[in-house]
């Protein structure tokens, strides 16, 4: 599955962006789906994630209650709409797929390529 990720940009704190991640390919509604981010000098680390179905999500506690993910099997996508944001939230987001629960990025199959979020203070 080839996976696109746009709706990043610059956004004053407290402001909102809408992330979104087409996916090409019939198999869509088989995978799980995850954002994940990496700011300058730090590791990529998971955000957020979904099940195949869409019923079952995880939002990682550094912007739970702020951040929310979502998919739509008939169109293929995944999004992930961010409130109240941070300048610590600035980072590259990326999206990504594979078979089964996303648990960090080592088990990530496949990768969008990435958008860029900046949040000014």
């Known amino acids: 599955v080839q996976l696109q990720a746009s709706g990043g940009g610059l956004v004053q704190a407290g402001g909102s962006l809408r992330l979104s991640c087409a996916a090409s390919g019939r198999s869509f509604s088989s995978y799980d789906m995850g954002w994940f981010r990496q700011a300058p000098g730090k590791e990529r680390e998971r955000v957020a994630v979904i099940n195949a179905s869409g019923r079952t999500t995880l939002v990682e506690t550094s912007v739970q209650g702020r951040f929310t993910i979502s998919r739509d099997n008939a169109k293929n996508t995944v999004d992930l709409q961010m409130n109240s944001l941070k300048p610590e939230d600035t980072a590259v987001y990326y999206c990504?797929?594979?078979?089964?629960?996303?648990?960090?990025?080592?088990?990530?199959?496949?990768w969008g390529q990435g958008t860029l979020v900046t949040v000014s203070s």
């Open positions: 990504a797929a594979a078979e089964r629960w996303i648990v960090s990025a080592s088990n990530a199959k496949y």
